[in-house]
């Protein structure tokens, strides 16, 4: 074990009881006051009344600072943070937008795959059309009969306007030859009567 004389410490750090001192005088090399996360620092670290086991909790800044921060030698290439593709894409940030909303409005997103929801439409899919074959199964005799004659006018209806439309669009000389057939059978029974 590492011990580091107590006037190596910084003044913020208690001192510990002496069945501690062994992990304390661990837990002091690892948190300095010069890292600004000091377990014990007055500004950043817990109570005096908290226990020793919190202590794992909190975070720890193990890693040194780089030394190019401090020269400032502008010959030196300084190492840039690599931006993320996937985070600038604008898919990514959608998504993350849509996640982020939903949280603030308690709606849980959906944890079900792609396949799964499918096949969960077609089930209800498949509900409303047992249950629309079972309406219809149980009509009675009159409504089928009734919906037969309805089905035969509306036949009717639609022959009567396809035949309106040909007449519409059809070109004179057909219309003329029309009325010139009816004229001459008009004609004829006139005659042989």
């Known amino acids: 074990m590492i011990s580091v004389p107590s006037e190596t410490r910084g003044s913020c750090h ?5 069945e501690t001192q062994k992990t304390s005088e661990f837990l002091d090399i690892i948190f300095q006051p010069s890292c600004g996360l000091g377990q014990h620092c007055k500004q950043y670290g817990p109570s005096e009344d908290t226990d020793l086991k919190d202590t794992y909790l909190i975070p720890r800044n193990i890693m040194a600072e780089p030394d190019y921060i401090e020269d400032d030698n502008p010959e030196l290439i300084r190492p840039q943070k690599l931006v993320n593709p996937v985070k600038t894409s604008r898919n990514h940030q959608d998504l993350h937008r849509e996640l982020l909303m939903n949280q603030k409005r308690g709606l849980a997103p959906q944890n079900k795959p792609e396949l799964q929801k499918v096949m969960e439409k077609r089930k209800r899919d498949q509900v409303i059309k047992q249950k629309e074959e079972e309406a219809q199964k149980k009509k009675s005799d009159l409504e089928i009969e009734l919906l037969k004659r309805q089905q035969k006018l509306e036949q009717q209806e639609l022959e009567k306007q396809k035949l309106q439309e040909e ?11 029309g009325n010139l057939r009816r004229t001459g059978q008009e004609v004829a029974q006139v005659q042989e009567s």
């Open 14 to 18: 208690m001192q510990k009881s002496k």
């Open 167 to 177: 007449q519409e669009n059809a070109p004179e000389f057909v219309k003329v030859k």
